[in-house]
């Protein structure tokens, strides 16, 4: 089947090894997944998803060492690479909890910076800044191109981002996550309803292992756009594949055409 060659690298980084290190030990396993078209990475890999406390120490900016390797990773795959999140610090100094895109030769093609922080009054929304901005990038190479819309972790909660997303004429939705277990039936769950509310493909990358006391299971996903898992991990470290058909997207909602029925200034378009 024509389209376009995902690979989920599902991490399990050890926070006990130096920071350069795990960067570069994430930064090879994304550099060997040369027969991807788009390779994808966990969110927070770099620092851990619930480490807070360790977040300032170890931000980097967006032309800092983190994304660097992961462009000289995309240079050594030939390939795209949404590089999970990590934390950036910015030019103000202010923390975001940000995902970036690179392209095959190792250009900055997109980032975005969390909306959704979680955490409620702790955690996340006590160190970080939230991002204000819906992004989109086109992904993957000729004959398998395919515009994606770049959400993180808890973002996945909150269908008015997607239909922004949707308006924007996105055909994939890419959730880097550090989806702690105790709620992993609500992870498969929301990523199938985004599928099918958004009539696009959702891939899903969730980080293993356990990081500060907290456990995670893994189970990366990949769903097409009538809801069917297609793909999933296991609790473990992995690297999921799948195959993504442009085409089916543009089936479905010709097929079935419920983004016709949203209601303005109600279902999350514009009025």
């Known amino acids: 089947m024509p389209g376009m060659r995902v690979h989920a690298v599902q991490t399990a980084a050890d926070v006990e090894v130096p920071f350069a290190e795990r960067v570069a030990a994430v930064a090879d396993r994304v550099a060997a997944q040369t027969a991807a078209d788009l390779v994808v990475l ?8 619930f480490r807070f406390a360790h ?3 170890e931000a980097t900016t967006l032309d800092g060492p983190v ?6 990773a995309a240079r050594r795959a030939g390939a795209w690479v949404h590089g999970g999140s990590f934390v950036e610090r910015a030019d103000d100094g202010r923390l975001f909890n940000t995902a970036v895109v690179l392209a095959p030769d190792g250009t900055l093609a997109a980032h975005y910076r969390k909306v959704h922080l979680f955490g409620f009054s702790e955690g996340e929304t006590q160190v970080l800044s939230a991002g204000a901005d819906v992004v989109s990038v086109e992904v993957g190479g000729p004959g398998a191109a395919m515009l994606a ?3 993180t972790c808890y973002d996945l909660r909150f269908p008015g981002l997607f239909s922004a997303l949707v308006e924007r004429g996105v055909a994939l939705l890419v959730v880097p996550a550090a989806w702690p277990a105790a709620r992993a039936a609500h992870w498969r769950l929301l990523a199938q309803a985004r599928a099918v509310e958004c009539q696009s493909y959702v ?3 969730n980080t ?3 990081q500060a006391g ?3 299971d893994g189970g990366s996903v990949v769903v097409d756009p009538w809801g069917q898992v297609v793909a999933e991990a296991g609790t473990g470290e992995a690297v999921l594949a799948a195959q993504l058909d442009a085409s089916l997207v543009a089936t479905t909602r010709r097929e ?3 983004l016709a029925d949203r209601v303005a200034g109600l279902d999350g378009v514009p009025r």
């Open 42 to 49: 966990p969110e927070l890999w770099p620092s851990g998803g």
């Open 55 to 57: 977040f300032a120490a």
């Open 67 to 72: 994304v660097a390797a992961l462009a000289a």
């Open 149 to 151: 819309g770049l959400v």
């Open 203 to 205: 891939v899903g990358v």
């Open 208 to 210: 293993a292992g356990t």
């Open 214 to 216: 907290m456990r995670y």
């Open 256 to 258: 079935f055409p419920v």
